[in-house]
């Protein structure tokens, strides 16, 4: 059966588009034919719209589940970047232990400006860090920071864990009243630290992104949004799609939501730097013409230059008060026109949907998988999420690359968070070794945070590269069956899922030559956790790559609340680095 396909190109013939909307003044007669020519001398037995009745229904989100966990009350009282974004702080290696001496800090300041001074020593006795040289294992000069840490700070995780007879143990040498207000304040600051609000971790680490959905009643009945593939980064209306899967459902009930009527007067709409709708009207300076440019595909500038300059006299706004986080069913709209006449405006949506049914190809400010009619409206939802935010500098990134020659894919460990709280390069913590040869340096993936490109020197060569002790042959050929790459290049072998399946994961290894006793080898941070295994669908890792980072973030909420989560995010990669693997080498 042959298949025909359309494809619309735009074309122009120059990128500027200034002449077309130029009033250039000739002589009377034209300036006539130009205002005949825009349609102003046109006259339409119709009216202009002086008022608008909207009857909708309002309900909140009232549910919230990360990932496949459990269903948990919508928090409120955050946006929603805070709820789904924010990860535990880290409890191993070297962030562990930063993490763990900064909430220890905490404790302190507050013991020392209650005149409690006298228990810090005693609580750095009793809960100092344990096996410091062991957890943290990144380098020398991550070492001599966390033996400061070690010794100035105590360990608060120990600290909120242990009964409260063994903390009262380690203050018997304080005073009676010393010790009872001592104890006061650490109830107060474990209870502070238990009451941190958590509705589990959405993060999905076999699909590098959030999964997660929240869920609202309605008059007919339960309306989950699912967000099954988040990166990170804003949240809208865009990143939920409508499901009625069994197993997304959140357990709520129907929901009987009162209609509220709304009576606004309608404004013509305008944005900043709009032209005058009327040819002989003077604008102002943020109009400016001479800025509009379009190229041959750039059909979004087309669309809003024609709209401003022809279609803007008929769309109107109409203003709705909604609350924040909440899904709104418009189920009338009346607009009363200046003779008087009332209009009914029907949902373009249902139209659509009755026409066409789920094949639909345009739809705007719709939840995907909607299926709008009589007894419900599209909803439209107004997401709690944060305008803009501050990012703060990675502490942890890693690369996921595909290598072909070797036929597998790398997860490169770039940078860990340090026993100081920053991000500290793998590359810096190994020992520096001079290169047996500088022209076998490959490139190393580059990093968004630094221009220092870490080489391959850096790296030390296998010990069959380097001449034995006391090798009197100088200049002699030397055979290597391979050249290895460097430890912080972690790699991922493909396997299949099942013996009778096709599909195909990837699963995180260790190379076989490596070795301890010069500086840590393989994933020493938490996008790469140590601790268990690790898999990956094949298709997350394309061939250009895909960066995840672990960075803090600061948002400001609409009630002027400061909101600090620390996030995982995941970004399109930057090519293809060279991970150094070659064989066969004759030196």
């Known amino acids: 059966m042959s298949e025909f396909w359309e494809r619309l190109e735009s074309m122009v013939h120059a990128p500027g588009l200034s002449e077309g909307v130029q009033a250039r003044i000739a002589d009377p007669l034209w300036m006539l034919a130009r205002q005949a020519q825009v349609g102003e001398f046109t006259g339409d037995d119709a009216a202009q719209p002086a008022a608008v009745r909207v009857v909708s229904r309002t309900t909140r989100l009232g549910s919230y589940r990360a990932g496949g966990g459990a269903t948990v009350p919508y928090p409120e009282d955050r946006p929603l970047e805070a709820v789904v974004e924010a990860t535990a702080e880290p409890d191993f290696g070297s962030a562990g232990l930063h993490a763990a001496a900064r909430a220890g800090h905490r404790l302190i300041r507050r013991l020392r400006a209650r005149g409690l001074g006298g228990a810090v020593p005693l609580l750095r006795a009793a809960f100092g860090h344990r096996a410091t040289g062991a957890i943290v294992d990144v380098g020398e000069p991550g070492r001599a920071a966390a033996g400061l ?8 995780g120990r600290l909120a864990a242990v009964p409260v007879g063994e903390i009262e143990a380690a203050l018997g040498g304080l005073g009676k ?36 959905s929240v869920a609202a009643s309605t008059t ?20 939920f799609d409508l499901t009625r899967e069994r197993n997304e459902t959140h357990g709520l009930a129907a929901a009987d939501l009162p209609r509220r009527t709304t009576v606004a007067v309608p404004t013509p709409i305008r944005y900043p730097g709009m032209p005058a709708s009327r040819w002989w009207e003077f604008e102002d300076g943020t109009v400016h013409f001479g800025d509009i440019e379009a190229g041959p595909a750039d059909l979004a500038r087309l669309l809003v230059a024609e709209f401003a300059t022809v279609y803007a006299d008929d769309h ?32 373009t949506a249902k139209i659509d949907f009755n026409r066409t049914g789920t094949a639909r190809n345009w739809r705007l400010f719709e939840l995907t998988g909607d299926e709008p009619n009589d007894s419900h409206p599209s909803p439209w939802l107004l997401v709690p999420a944060t305008v803009t935010g501050l990012s703060g500098p990675a502490l942890e990134q890693v690369t996921l690359t595909r290598d072909e020659t070797a036929n597998l894919a790398w997860g490169i460990e770039e940078l860990i968070e340090g026993p100081l709280g920053r991000g500290m390069r793998r590359s810096n913590t190994w020992p520096r070794h001079p290169s ?17 490109s870490p080489r391959f020197s850096e790296f030390p060569p296998s010990p069959e590269s380097l001449p034995s002790a006391g090798s009197s042959e100088e200049g002699a050929w030397r055979y290597r069956l391979e050249a290895t790459a460097p430890p912080w290049w972690v790699p991922f072998v493909a396997e299949r899922v099942a013996a009778d399946s096709a599909q195909i994961r990837l699963r995180r290894a260790r190379m076989r030559d490596w070795t301890p006793t010069a500086g840590p080898v393989g994933p020493q941070g ?24 672990r960075a803090w973030q600061l ?15 995941k970004r399109p990669g930057r090519g293809d680095p060279s991970s150094g693997i070659r064989w066969d080498l004759l030196e």
Do not use: C, K, N
């Open 177 to 212: 009243d010393d010790r009872v207000r001592a104890m006061a304040e650490i109830e107060d600051w474990r209870a502070a630290r238990a009451a941190v609000p958590t509705a589990g971790s959405s993060w999905d680490e076999q699909r590098l992104e959030h999964s997660f």
């Open 220 to 239: 007919t009945g339960e309306l989950v949004l699912a967000a099954p593939e988040h990166d990170g980064g804003r949240l809208d209306w865009y990143t």
């Open 555 to 569: 948002a400001r909420w609409h009630d002027g609340s400061l909101h600090v989560w620390l996030r995982r995010h």
């Open 316 to 347: 109107f706004v109409v203003p709705l008060p909604v609350p924040v986080g909440s899904l709104t069913e418009i189920e009338s709209v009346e607009v009363v026109d200046t003779f008087g006449r009332r209009t009914r405006v029907q949902s």
């Open 436 to 452: 047996t040869d500088p022209s076998e340096s490959p490139p190393s993936s580059e990093s968004s945070e630094s221009s220092e």
């Open 149 to 156: 840490l070690a010794r100035w700070a105590f360990d608060a």
């Open 526 to 549: 938490t996008l790469l956790d140590p601790r268990r295994p690790m898999w990956l669908y094949e298709e997350e890792v394309p061939a250009g790559g895909v960066r995840v980072q």
